[in-house]
């Protein structure tokens, strides 16, 4: 299954408790991921689940491969701002991000990106506040059986 993550406000919460990074990594990190993120990247390696980013920012794909790594997670495929405006633009204006175009079959944000009731905003999962999100996010990732 693919599954990708939004970034800003899903995986990097400046205001959140972060995962902690030994100190010369630390130097190389601009940014943080959200505390939670290895244990739910963990659980969905385990079944095989290589998680994808799908950002609108303009980080550039390198340096969020990077902030990944640094933390020693992998990711498939980053899909950030540049490649996206086109896409979206023959869908409409309605949609904020267009998961399906990507192949992504699930895409986690803390924002509705599809209108209500489209058939694309059955394939959204919303991340929640709490410190317990990635947990909540498991069991709704997890494959069935
Ligand atoms: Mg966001």
Same mark, same amino acid.
């Given at each position: 299954?693919?599954v990708?993550?939004?970034?800003? *406000?899903?995986l990097?919460?400046?205001?959140?408790?972060?995962?902690?990074?030994?100190?010369?990594?630390?130097?190389?990190?601009?940014?943080?991921?959200?505390?939670?993120?290895?244990?739910?990247f963990a659980?969905? *390696?385990?079944? *095989?689940?290589?998680p994808?980013?799908?950002?609108?920012s303009?980080?550039?794909?390198?340096?969020?491969?990077?902030?990944?790594?640094?933390?020693?997670?992998?990711?498939?495929?980053? =899909?950030?701002?540049?490649?996206?405006?086109?896409?979206?633009?023959?869908?409409?204006?309605?949609?904020?991000?267009?998961?399906?175009?990507?192949?992504?079959?699930?895409?986690?944000?803390?924002?509705? =990106?599809?209108?209500?009731?489209?058939?694309?905003?059955?394939?959204?999962?919303? =991340?929640?506040?709490?410190?317990?999100?990635?947990?909540?996010?498991?069991?709704?990732?997890?494959?069935?059986?």
């Amino acid at each position: 299954m693919n599954v990708s993550f939004d970034l800003d *406000g899903t995986l990097i919460c400046p205001d959140k408790p972060v995962e902690p990074l030994a100190w010369p990594l630390r130097l190389l990190a601009r940014e943080r991921l959200r505390m939670g993120t290895r244990e739910l990247f963990a659980r969905l *390696g385990q079944s *095989g689940i290589v998680p994808s980013i799908y950002t609108t920012s303009l980080r550039s794909p390198t340096s969020v491969r990077l902030l990944f790594r640094l933390h020693g997670l992998r990711l498939d495929r980053i =899909v950030t701002a540049h490649h996206h405006g086109e896409k979206l633009a023959r869908r409409g204006g309605e949609y904020a991000k267009i998961p399906d175009e990507y192949g992504f079959a699930v895409h986690v944000d803390d924002a509705p =990106v599809c209108p209500p009731g489209s058939p694309m905003d059955s394939r959204i999962v919303l =991340v929640e506040d709490g410190p317990e999100w990635h947990t909540k996010l498991w069991t709704q990732l997890r494959p069935r059986e």
